[in-house]
């Protein structure tokens, strides 16, 4: 079982709705959890990070994580094709060092005009 | 503030030489973490330092190695260069008081040959 999985997609949605994506994780004791956005040839751009049960919102972003059933999901609204990336989820915590990052395979979203 | 930088941006070298890379981190944050990024295997860590000293590795061979500055600028080094160490080589770095979340510099596409 890897430690960050992710749906490689690529998920498809048109300009304006809503983009869903997921990401569940295998050590408990993760503390913080991290979406990443990385364009093509480009490097990991951080999006937003949470750590509490629930959801957290950053303009068009909100990340939702449930620790019980060890999800994390990241919500693009208003989605634009400027959103068009590959979408990186990461988390940290005691099994796997709080200095290092462990990264899911990535989420390839495209937003069609 | 400046962003975190690597030099150089592009590197092309043969089977069995060595490389070394550089960081500089944003300023002052002085956690620096290193991370290969290849399209096989995506984003791996290979080792973080913090004030000069490694605090945590990955599971990469001895090739690789690196150290830190009093300035927290950072290099990594990978030596008797293999054609699976062509990958983009990424370093991030950490403000002190954080959850967790790092910010990525450029990288540094190495192409082994």
């Known amino acids: 079982q890897k430690e960050v999985e992710q749906n490689s997609g690529p998920l498809s949605v048109p300009e304006g709705a809503i983009a869903s994506l997921n990401c569940t994780y295998s050590?408990?004791?993760?503390?913080?959890f991290f979406w990443y956005r990385q364009y093509s040839g480009k490097s990991p751009e951080l999006i937003m990070f949470?750590?509490?049960?629930g959801d957290k919102e950053d303009g068009r972003f909100t990340a939702q994580l449930n620790k019980a059933s060890q999800y994390v999901s990241l919500l693009i609204r208003d989605s634009q094709p400027s959103d068009s990336a590959t979408y990186l989820c990461?988390?940290?915590?005691?099994?796997?060092?709080?200095?290092?990052?462990?990264f899911g395979t990535g989420t390839r979203l495209l937003v069609s005009p | 503030k400046a962003g975190v930088t690597q030099t150089p941006r592009y590197l092309i070298k043969t089977r069995g030489q060595q490389v070394t890379l550089s960081c500089s981190p944003i300023?002052?944050?002085?956690?620096v973490s290193w991370y290969q990024q290849t399209p096989g295997q995506g984003l791996q860590f290979l080792f973080e330092?913090?004030?000069?000293?490694?605090?945590n590795k990955g599971n990469f061979p001895g090739r690789f190695s690196g150290r830190q500055f009093s300035n927290s600028r950072s290099e990594m080094n990978v030596s008797t260069l293999e054609l699976g160490d062509s990958a983009l080589y990424l370093c991030?770095?950490?403000?002190?008081?954080?959850?967790?979340?790092?910010?990525f510099g450029p990288g540094t596409r190495l192409t082994v040959t």
């Open positions: 990461a988390v940290n915590g005691e099994v796997t060092g709080f200095q290092k990052l462990v």
């Open positions: 050590d408990r004791g993760s503390q913080s």
């Open positions: 949470i750590y509490s049960n």
């Open positions: 300023s002052g944050h002085r956690s």
């Open positions: 330092y913090f004030s000069e000293t490694q605090r």
């Open positions: 991030a770095t950490k403000p002190t008081s954080s959850w967790g979340e790092q910010y």
